[in-house]
């Protein structure tokens, strides 16, 4: 019974590229949420969505980050124009239903040279 | 704003020793709480999870914690600890009025030596 799955586990970009980063939920689970880790600092809530919907994106920054769950395939979370500052742990989560327990990945480390 | 403070931030034990690990949060509110914990290279688990009844809540692996309402508390404790305890733990917390947005404290680093 596999758990979150999260793609790559470590990741280095230089500043001004790409990083994508995937989450694989729990089977059965079609509710995906996205924290962040900056280092020193607890988790923090990024963003929630279900199968193909932005639920709230309340814990995005306002530029360069998007995130989508299609019908097929994992979650992406996409930062375009990396900077220093990006450099963080992205964990993942996904749930039955809203108010059940989330289930975590472990997470990928996106360090911005 | 809500928050969660974890107040040890590093902790080092020897096995067979004592652990208890604080937890406070700030909301006036019904609440979640969840004691999760990574170990080295893998994905954050559930410990154990408060939602009601019974204050004390008994986890997997031998760790409890205790909810006390009259101190926005929910310390971890584990009667004698293993080298594989080595770990971080992080406390979270979900206030209940809709709300999915789990809050996190900053994680307690544990250190158990052989």
């Known amino acids: 019974n596999a758990g979150v799955m999260q793609n790559p586990r470590h990741l280095v970009r230089r500043r001004g590229q790409e990083a994508r980063l995937r989450c694989s939920p729990m089977k059965g689970h079609s509710h995906v949420y996205w924290y962040r880790q900056l280092p020193e600092e607890g988790l923090k809530f990024m963003v929630y969505l279900q199968k193909e919907n932005i639920i709230d994106e309340s814990g995005m920054p306002k530029e360069r980050f998007s995130a989508e769950f299609p019908k097929e395939g994992p979650s992406i979370l996409r930062i375009q124009q990396v900077v220093r500052g990006d450099s963080a742990a992205y964990f993942c989560?996904?749930?039955?239903?809203?108010?059940?327990?989330?289930?975590f990945g472990p997470g990928t480390r996106l360090t911005v040279l | 704003a809500q928050s969660v403070s974890q107040h040890n931030h590093h902790v080092i034990l020897s096995e067979a020793a004592s652990l208890e690990l604080g937890c406070n949060y700030s909301?006036?509110?019904?609440?979640?709480l969840f004691w999760y914990v990574q170990y080295p290279g893998q994905h954050l688990q559930l410990l154990l999870k408060y939602f009601s009844g019974d204050p004390l809540v008994k986890g997997i692996k031998g760790f409890e914690a205790e909810f006390i309402k009259s101190k926005f508390s929910f310390n971890l404790r584990k009667p004698s600890v293993q080298w594989s305890d080595t770990a971080e733990y992080f406390c979270a917390v979900k206030t209940t009025s809709g709300t999915y947005k789990y809050i996190f404290g900053t994680g307690t680093r544990l250190k158990v030596l052989a």
């Open positions: 909301y006036g509110g019904t609440v979640n």
């Open positions: 989560a996904s749930s039955l239903g809203t108010t059940d327990t989330q289930y």
